[in-house]
């Protein structure tokens, strides 16, 4: 499929049963009591497996001890990946910000402060790029059936990324980002009246969940389908 039909298929998707959306919704607002949070992770999961299987209706909301598991799985998955992100964070942090500190004991250093700008530079970059071989690892663990060994085998995702093509899987990445940027910045321009303090939580962050999660498992199937 190219980037049109990816995007196109997926913005419909979540349409074909409100009362889902609506669903998901109610949990992801529970989500303040923290549990619920990874039956709306889990039930993300489902989406993309049941993607990945050839279906094209949302799936339903039946097994949430199965859902909370993969939900679970997916986090520590995001953990896990986070892990480099946050220790090349703290070395910065570490070493420019006590130079930092120092500095302003006599005059401040605009070398200083511009090693503290390109780190940042360079922390954002890494983050996109474990970012983006991560979420391929969700999907090819869905491939596996929740297998979460599947989600750290590099040289197997990095293959699907490379037959998928790196220019359309960043382009791809990027419409989703675009398409779920507006959907919230309309549930924001709303939140004034009421209408949109109900949108926000109950339509629009569970349609863009389920959207996002579409928009990745058929494109992972595209990475599938060269082989």
Do not use: C, H, Q
């Amino acid at each position: 499929m190219d980037i049109g039909d990816i995007i196109s298929d997926s913005i419909k998707y979540p349409s074909s049963n409100w009362g889902k959306v609506l669903i998901l919704g109610v949990i992801m607002i529970a989500s303040i009591l923290i549990v619920p949070i990874f039956i709306v992770y889990g039930y993300v999961f489902r989406i993309i497996k049941a993607t990945l299987a050839g279906l094209d209706e949302l799936p339903e909301f039946d097994e949430i001890g199965e859902m909370f598991v993969d939900g679970l799985k997916l986090f520590v998955v995001a953990i896990v990946y986070a892990i480099p992100v946050w220790i090349l964070s703290w070395i910065l942090s570490a070493a420019l910000g006590s130079g930092i500190t120092m500095s302003y004991t006599t005059s401040l250093d605009p070398t200083m402060m511009w090693g503290l700008f390109l780190g940042n530079i360079v922390v954002a970059i890494l983050a996109v790029i474990i970012g983006l071989i991560e979420i391929m690892a969700i999907a090819n663990m869905a491939y596996y059936d929740g297998d979460m060994g599947a989600a750290f085998r590099f040289s197997e995702i990095l293959d699907y990324i490379s037959r998928i093509g790196w220019g359309k899987y960043i382009a791809t990445y990027i419409a989703i980002a675009i398409v779920a940027f507006i959907g919230f910045l309309i549930g924001m321009l709303t939140m004034f009246i009421l209408i949109g303090i109900i949108l926000l939580p109950l339509i629009i962050a569970p349609y863009i969940a389920m959207f996002s999660s579409r928009a990745i498992a058929l494109l992972f199937i595209d990475g599938v389908a060269e082989e």
